[in-house]
């Protein structure tokens, strides 16, 4: 059965939660660049290289995916500050429909994150370099 009230106070410990998952994220892109600077020490093939930077520009842009939803938390997260916190909020309301919107954003980035993070453990023990 599906809550039909929320409070805001529950809304913005989502919200908090969600930060720092994404926080999380963004620090593991930046332990795998790092691990790309390493392999590229090694004077990888061309093969290796080109697949190097692929990987490269999708870390680049899952940050910046990270960095665009962090910040729409924080704009959504400022319009609940001025709501009280005992007040619920119906599923109906815009409030309850812009935090729906923003956790189907966030499951899609999980996925979108989760095969990027195995396809370069795949790719770091296919080739160990």
Request: charged share 35%; hydrophobic share 35%; no cysteine.
């Amino acid at each position: 059965m599906e809550i039909s009230q929320h409070h805001s106070n529950d809304l913005r410990f989502d919200h908090h939660i969600w930060e720092n998952e994404l926080n999380f994220y963004k620090n593991e892109l930046g332990i795998f660049e790092d691990r790309l600077v390493d392999m590229l020490k090694r004077k990888p093939s061309k093969e290796l290289l080109r697949e190097l930077e692929q990987f490269q520009n999708q870390f680049i842009r899952q940050k910046e995916v990270v960095d665009e939803l962090n910040h729409k938390i924080h704009l959504y997260d400022d319009s609940l500050r001025g709501i009280p916190a005992q007040i619920m909020l119906t599923n109906d309301s815009n409030e309850i429909k812009m935090h729906k919107g923003l956790e189907d954003d966030l499951q899609i980035n999980r996925r979108l994150y989760f095969d990027l993070r195995n396809r370069f453990n795949l790719y770091l023990t296919k080739y160990q370099v």
